[in-house]
């Protein structure tokens, strides 16, 4: 046997273990978990996918909502599931930041998960329930400054970036805004709707299938740039206020380990489903998101940023989880 051949075969050796499971994949049932409680923008996601995907892989696919912990609780048990393809994590912008937030995680972002695709950002909008009478900032600054510590905001968590673009907000406006922080966006939602708080800070893919026919009405939306769907709400940064620009995100993960085959395999039936027409139309037009269905490279950098920049505001205003 020559050297060449005997070096061939080494190489086929290596890869086997790699190849194999690719080749077998899917072999039964594959689970996404969502961290969060079920109505929010993260489970939409999922679900909007979730046809499409079993079709493409021909396989089950389970929509599993695991709440808790800004987020936390769902991403361990990805971090800890075997790396075969049968488990993938569907994040939201609190991912970043949670290893600041929280501490003493079980796992670690950049050793226990393997990004797959950052799937989306869409700004960060504040809206109100249409019983209060602050219609823009200005007016909500004037309330604010007027009746101190009385005007509440719900948010999707604590840590979460809209909550953290708010504390901005609240210290470049000489005001002090009540927080109250929820599990996840739908709990919010259906808060801020019923009155139960006076504000919300949420995505504008969670606000805006309520803002649209009315339930709750927009005072500012927190992008760079004015929203399609929301032409005459000013910017943060209009408002005078451009310290506290967010843009919420949502991302897609798998434990590490798993083979790199498997994993674009999976990333590329996930963004051909959410590229369907209807699914498109449903993600950039009715909830206003940016589709950005990007590589793992693009979120492994994207998140470590904002990582970077919402953890420097996290320890800056001394944010605690259970506040």
């Known amino acids: 046997m020559t050297k060449l051949s005997t070096l061939l075969l080494a190489l086929a050796a290596l890869l086997a273990p790699v190849c194999a499971p690719a080749q077998t994949w899917p072999s039964g049932p594959i689970r996404i978990i969502v961290p ?13 996918a979730q046809a499409g995907l079993g079709q493409r892989l021909n396989a089950t696919i389970f929509i599993e909502n695991r709440a808790g912990a800004s987020g936390s609780t769902g991403t361990a048990v990805v971090a800890k599931s075997p790396p075969d393809g049968n488990t993938w994590l569907l994040v939201f912008d609190t991912h970043a930041v949670n290893p600041t937030l929280l501490g003493n995680l079980p796992f670690d972002n950049d050793k226990d998960l393997e990004p797959v695709s950052l ?23 004037r309330a604010a400054k007027e009746k101190p510590k009385t005007i509440s905001y719900a948010s999707v ?16 406006a000489g005001i002090e805004l009540i927080h109250v922080p929820y599990r996840g966006g739908g709990p919010a939602l259906n808060d801020a709707v019923a009155g139960h708080v006076d504000l919300i800070v949420a995505s504008a ?64 039936a996930f963004v051909e489903s959410l590229r369907e027409e209807r699914v498109a139309r449903q993600l950039s ?39």
């Open 205 to 268: 893919a969670q606000l805006m299938p309520q803002i649209t026919p009315g339930a709750i009405r927009p005072v500012v939306q927190m992008g760079s740039a004015r929203l399609q769907g929301l032409p005459d709400v000013l910017t943060i940064g209009e408002a005078g206020y451009p310290k506290a620009t967010a843009n919420a995100w949502w991302g897609l993960f798998a434990p590490a380990g798993t083979p790199k085959p498997i994993i674009e395999r999976f990333r590329t």
């Open 36 to 48: 969060f409680p079920p109505g929010g923008s993260v489970d939409a996601i999922a679900r909007l």
């Open 285 to 323: 037009e009715t909830q206003q998101m940016t589709l950005v269905l990007s590589g793992p490279e693009e979120l492994r950098k994207f998140s470590a940023e904002q990582a970077r920049i919402w953890g420097a505001v996290v320890r800056e205003n001394s944010i605690q989880a259970d506040e």
């Open 119 to 141: 799937i989306a950002t869409a700004p960060y909008v504040v809206a109100r329930n249409p019983s209060r009478t602050y219609a823009n900032v200005a007016e909500l600054v």
């Open 157 to 172: 968590g604590s840590g979460s970036i809209g909550h953290l673009a708010l504390v901005l907000f609240g210290r470049e």
